[in-house]
């Protein structure tokens, strides 16, 4: 059975399309962060968007999310900081620790830096309240989402392109965009020559705070009053701290190995298991550890980088994690997937007849993939600063950092390469890179200049 038309609300207005008349018909899987952020983007060109999700609704799931601001350039550009606003903290810094002592070896600036440096800021969520504003956002400018709706397939006839549900139930679309996360079946029954994903030895816990506890405990309440991320970093470890909710609850993201199935987000911890293992830490971190009550984990995984992200007809195309899932170490998994909306919805608003699309989608991808790829790649390489093992490697690590912190030039040409690798995001080079893409007008200018799509200027 094939669904009937998407009724997106007519009275909206696209602010960049003339007019609706080269409008597609999107089919989006997965209604996470990238799926959500796509459809806006993609519907505020103009375009019909209908979102098919398998849970049942909006799921609490995972806690904090720090979003840099080459995300929240993106967010702001879809006239959502206000709805943001409302939910978020704006942190100071990120305080590097070393694990048994709590001793700051390290810091990275984020506010008011980021606005500084960048011209946006650097936030802090709820996971649940960022993908909640999305939703709200999407419904809000006429996106249909359809919850418990799991899709089966994706499948390619000719020229038409269906998404087949588990149900048997099929959508027909012009364009179908798979944001169904590390484990996508888009991926699975559309993409060619896709990798397996590889699962880390570690797992996240996730666990929150109550801001009263905290607050009460005179040892920890100034990890509440100074709004910055902490992250001890010790031997095969790591634990993230940050206030989020408006400073309602202390978010813990403590990785280490461990075992939990691979994509299922929220898997019951043993909080018991967790404290036991972290008794030679800072005793402030373990005060905090001691007022948690209940903890979830996830099993680590990423994708290495693929060599396609669309089918060969050229009218499905992945993004988010079901593209290019990455370990958490760098905090820019769901800053990529809002890129990559963004980007996406940029290339597609040039498609004047559906023959255009797989011109324009692989000119998507050759925006995208090396950026991510590159992304990737440094997240690797911050599993590995983080959780190096007390010796002289170590060692080396706080010193290039506190150089880092301090702004000493490095003397060196060895010494100048070891100082950017430390902590790639803190990186004179690569910050800027990061932190200061304007996907859009990247976007739109590589559009105009690639002769690939010289037609679609
Ligand atoms: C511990 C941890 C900390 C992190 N911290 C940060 C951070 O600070 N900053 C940051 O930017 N990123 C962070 N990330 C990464 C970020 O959470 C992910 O990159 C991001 O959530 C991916 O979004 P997504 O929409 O691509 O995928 P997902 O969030 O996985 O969403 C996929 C959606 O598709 C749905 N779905 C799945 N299968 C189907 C199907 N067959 N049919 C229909 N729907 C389906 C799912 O139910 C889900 O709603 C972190 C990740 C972890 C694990």
């Known amino acids: ?107 990275v600036d984020a506010n008011p830096e980021s606005e500084q440096k960048y011209g946006y800021p650097y936030w802090f969520i709820h996971r649940a309240d960022f993908q909640k504003i999305l939703y709200d956002a999407a419904t809000e400018f006429g996106i249909e989402v359809i919850f418990e709706a799991p899709v089966e397939r994706v499948r390619e006839d000719g020229s038409r392109t269906k998404v087949v549900l588990k149900n ?20 699975a029954t559309a993409i060619q ?14 666990a929150t705070v109550p801001a009263e506890l905290m607050k009460a405990d005179p040892a920890i309440a100034h990890f509440m009053t100074d709004p910055s991320s902490n992250v001890w970093m010790g031997p095969d470890s ?25 994509g299922k987000w929220n898997e019951p911890a043993d909080i018991n298991e967790v404290r036991e293992h972290y008794t030679g830490w ?36 992945i993004i988010g994690d079901a593209a290019h899932a990455m370990l958490p170490y760098m905090a820019q998994g769901a800053a990529m997937g809002i890129e990559d909306g963004a980007a996406l919805a940029e290339c597609v608003a040039r498609v004047t007849d559906l023959t255009d699309l797989p011109t324009l989608l692989r000119a998507f991808q050759d925006f995208r993939k090396p950026r991510v790829d590159i992304v990737t790649e440094a997240v690797l390489s911050n599993a590995d600063t983080f959780h190096r093992a ?21 003397k060196t040409t060895e010494e100048k390469s070891q100082q950017a690798k430390v902590i790639r995001y803190a990186d004179k080079d690569f910050q800027p890179w990061l932190y200061g893409y304007d996907t859009i007008k990247e976007v739109s200018n590589g559009l105009l200049r690639e002769a690939v799509v010289a037609n679609f200027k």
């Open 390 to 410: 007390d010796g002289p490697e170590q060692e080396q690590r706080d010193k290039r950092m506190k150089q880092q912190m301090e702004g000493t030039a490095p």
């Open 168 to 187: 048997g139930e099929e959508l027909e679309a012009d364009l179908v965009v798979g944001a169904d996360g590390i484990r996508s079946k888009t991926r």
């Open 282 to 317: 800072e005793p402030n971190l373990r005060q905090v550890l001691s007022n948690v009550t209940s903890c979830q984990k996830w099993k680590l995984a990423y994708l290495p980088p693929l060599d396609q992200w669309i089918s060969d007809n050229g009218r499905v195309v």
């Open 193 to 206: 020559n896709s990798i397996d994903v590889v699962e880390s030895s570690h797992c996240a816990f996730r």
């Open 1 to 107: 059975m094939v669904l009937t038309a998407i009724s997106n609300s007519e009275s909206f207005s696209t602010g960049t399309r003339k007019s609706m008349e080269n409008s597609l018909n999107i089919v989006i899987c997965g209604a996470g962060i990238a799926g959500l952020g796509a459809a806006i983007a993609l519907r505020k060109k103009g375009h019909l968007v209908t979102v098919v999700e398998a849970a049942p609704q909006l799921q609490e799931v995972g806690a904090g999310i720090q979003v840099p601001p080459n995300s929240t350039r993106i967010l702001k550009s879809w006239g959502l900081e206000e709805k943001f606003l409302a939910n978020i903290v704006l942190p100071k810094n990120t305080l590097l620790r070393r694990y048994a002592t709590g001793e700051v070896v390290g810091r």
């Open 238 to 262: 790591h634990i993230v701290g940050y206030p989020i909710r408006k400073g309602e609850m202390y978010n813990l993201v403590i990785c280490r190995r461990g075992k939990a199935s691979v």
